[in-house]
């Protein structure tokens, strides 16, 4: 259910908002009306685009598009809970909601707890999803995402701006090897689809693969990932569909999907 939010004047000025494209901007502070109390979205364009372009003429894929900034400029981390993937809005520790009520499966509560254990640092250091390094944060302007209920947010705007002072982001110490994986991938499989641009939302969907288990954190994992994905006739596009489709052709962001990674991993495209 869509919820009241309140936006402080600092938004604008935020050098991570200020960082997105003017739609990138209304999507994602029109993003925080169907956040739960939590800060938490199911990761669906479609929905989203239901909710803030109902009647616009805006292509879930444009809205894909639009995510991908919000995700390359660490304001949105992307998580994974009962097999769905969800959105969370990094800043979300510091609104103030009475009485909060949960829709989504919570952020993972070790992040969570490191959110709010820095919570009252002016230029908040943010621990993304997954990680387990103090070496890898990312800086967040903490004004960005900070809320109240209507009224209920008066009185709380002088404790709020102690919090909220803007920080310029920097520079996440992003520990996935992004081109070795690239490289493994090109070199075991040199007839797939190749990687030509790495965008944010690449980025972020390798890194979130990574991160979320300690022996894909292993360039030999990825390898034999890889290894197993070239030994199947379908995934290398071996096969002839009988239907008359094109030829499967795999590509990097494909194996990157959580749910399709599973499905390689589980041996559904064996031969």
């Not at 598009?65 to 304001?75: I, N, R």
């Not at 030994?231 to 290398?236: R, T, Y």
């Amino acid at each position: 259910m869509a919820r009241i939010r309140t936006i402080k004047p600092e938004t604008w000025t935020s050098e991570q908002v200020m960082s997105l494209t003017p739609l990138a901007r209304l999507a994602f502070i029109g993003l925080w009306n169907f956040c739960d109390d939590g800060g938490n979205h199911p990761a669906s364009a479609r929905t989203l685009k239901a909710e803030v372009f109902p009647s616009d003429d805006i292509a879930a894929t444009e809205v894909e598009a639009l995510v991908a900034e919000m995700l390359g400029q660490t304001l949105l981390t992307a998580y994974e809970a009962g097999g769905k993937t969800f959105w969370h809005v990094t800043g979300w520790h510091h609104q103030r909601i009475d009485k909060p009520s949960f829709k989504h499966p919570p952020f993972p509560a070790e992040a969570a707890t490191a959110l709010r254990a820095l919570s009252d640092e002016p230029a908040t250091t943010l621990v993304a999803l997954g990680e387990h390094s103090s070496n890898d944060r990312r800086i967040i302007d903490a004004a960005s995402t900070t809320e109240g209920k209507g009224e209920e947010g008066k009185g709380k705007e002088e404790e709020e701006s102690n919090n909220s002072a803007a920080a310029e982001p920097s520079a996440a110490a992003d520990t996935c090897p992004h081109q070795k994986i690239i490289d493994l991938y090109h070199e075991v499989l040199p007839a797939a689809r190749r990687v030509r641009e790495w965008t944010p939302a690449r980025q972020q969907a390798l890194r979130t693969r990574w991160r979320e288990k300690t022996d894909r954190q292993n360039l030999d994992w990825w390898r034999r990932y890889f290894e197993y994905v070239a030994a199947s006739d379908f995934l290398c596009g071996r096969t002839t569909p009988s239907n008359g489709r094109k030829v499967f052709e795999v590509s990097l962001d494909w194996l990157c999907k959580s749910e399709n990674l599973v499905k390689v991993v589980e041996g559904a495209y064996e031969n």
